[in-house]
């Protein structure tokens, strides 16, 4: 009978150890389950939605240094695409080629993957001599041979202040701007067009640019006027053919749950867009907030 005992008693010592490591297993893959469902949960309610490229109207002049905030965060996010516009003077200037300072950033820039590189060129709203557009153009265009180096060169064309009403003559402007620019060796490899009226243009004018900036203004005001459903609007629901610049932003550093929101949003509709918190000198200065605008437009 002791004997009976003791081999029972060791049977049951012997069960319970795996008992519990049963309970113990059983239990960690329901912890593991529920944490992976939260994570999936979390991650769906925090999906950024489509990626857009950031666009950077860079007017700052390039002394040593200037552009490091830019260099830093293409270096940073090196899948984000960005576009990015320089202004010599008001255009590419009146010589061959830019100045030292631009010819060294220039050609730094313009060979990075995940950059496009335009030229800023002025219209006055269709009513510059179109000659000039040309000159400024072929300007930009002939950067690579006149510098005696290939990459010194934008790859497209920033047509501001284009017309927002539309007219037969200005239609006519436009769509000869383009041709030139898609005709242009020097402008490559996509001799990309961008134009900017500042507001939302007539939809007929979508068609002759690449993209078009149509809205540059402040935050308040793309609320007041329900911004997101205008710019779907005006582009059919096409984000491909939208850029967005909204100035004068709440402060969103340290990942503001308010403008995480705003960027989300701004992204569904705008496949290209700059937000910034400042509300003066924004494109001839780095906000201290620049580098979190960046990180949750990389932000998936």
Known sequence: ??????????????????????????????????????????????????????????????????????????????????????????????????????????????????????????????????????QDIQTYANWPTAGLNPTLAVHGIFFDETPQQYDDASMTYLRDLTRAVKRKGGLGPDN??????????DSRYLETADSTVILEDTYDTFLERQGADM?????????????????????????????????KQLRGVANEMFVTDLSENYYSSFSGAWGDFVALMAAS
């Open 1 to 134: 009978m002791d004997l009976i005992k003791h081999v029972s008693g060791a049977l049951f010592k012997s069960r319970r150890p795996r008992i519990f490591l049963v309970l113990f297993v059983l239990g960690t893959l329901l912890a593991v389950v529920s944490a992976t469902a939260v994570v999936v949960s979390s991650k769906r309610q925090n999906n950024m939605g489509p990626t857009s490229t950031v666009f950077l109207p860079l007017y700052i002049y390039p002394v040593p240094g200037a552009w490091d905030p830019l260099d830093h965060v293409i270096n940073q996010y090196p899948s984000l695409g960005f576009t990015v516009v320089i202004n010599p003077d008001s255009g590419p200037g009146g010589g061959p080629t830019p100045d030292v300072n631009y010819t060294r950033e220039i050609t730094k820039l313009s060979i990075r993957r995940n950059v496009r590189l335009l030229g800023y060129v002025p219209t006055n709203y269709a009513n510059r001599d179109i000659s000039d557009v040309y």
């Open 192 to 201: 990309f067009v961008v134009h900017n009226p500042g507001a939302v243009p």
């Open 231 to 263: 710019l779907t609007n005006i582009s059919h629901g096409n984000r491909s053919q939208v850029c967005a610049i909204v100035h004068s932003a709440p402060n969103f550093q340290n990942n503001n749950n308010q403008m995480r929101e705003f960027i």
